[in-house]
């Protein structure tokens, strides 16, 4: 039997707070988002969106629950894993079903679709959904899609997760 690799927080982490950071395909990097506000209210209304399809399904949502592939770890927005994931150190062994992710203020739409492609659908993860806050737009960035995007108004994930953008923004709004 093979032995596992060892969590990546076992690596030698050069950062004060390494709850911050990710290391993804050999290198450390900063979660952009941590501590922004509108981050933060997207997050919660997604998160509360999510929990009752979560329920209704047996599966698990979070908000930035680490997932782990072998020695790198990436931090989501929100996770979302079908019933009984692995667990590793309290960390989510991928792949997750579906990440949420948020377009920062200034970052291009192409790095957060790449993030989706190069790292998530890398690790396994087949739907994945980009939240921007200042546009209030909504994208889809499923493995299947070959590393293309789309706008839409009902964000979707397999025939059971479904969200309505217009809600999502509407929450979001609401929280300002």
């Known amino acids: 039997m093979a032995a596992k690799a060892p969590p990546p927080l076992m690596l030698e982490n050069p950062h004060d707070d390494p709850e911050q950071y990710e290391f ?21 209304v997604v998160l ?20 782990v592939h072998g020695m790198e770890k990436i931090i989501p927005d929100v996770t979302f894993s079908l019933p009984h ?4 150190d309290g960390y989510v062994v991928a792949p997750a079903f579906l990440v949420v992710e948020s377009r920062s203020s ?27 806050t200042d546009e209030e737009a909504a994208y889809e960035c499923h493995k299947e ?4 995007h789309r706008l839409v108004d009902t964000l979707t ?7 309505s953008t217009a809600e999502v923004f509407e929450q979001f709004r609401g929280l300002k």
């Open 24 to 44: 993804i395909r050999g290198h450390w990097g900063k979660k952009e988002s941590v501590g922004r506000g509108d981050h933060s209210d997207i997050e919660f």
């Open 48 to 67: 509360s969106l999510l929990r009752p399809i979560a329920q209704r399904l047996g599966a698990r949502v979070k908000q930035e629950w680490t997932v």
């Open 85 to 88: 994931p692995e667990i590793r």
């Open 106 to 132: 200034g970052q291009r739409l192409k790095t957060v679709v790449d993030k989706c492609r190069l790292d998530h659908h890398r690790m396994g993860t087949p739907y994945c959904w980009i939240l921007d």
């Open 145 to 148: 899609m070959n590393g293309m």
């Open 157 to 163: 994930a397999g025939p059971d997760v479904t969200l």
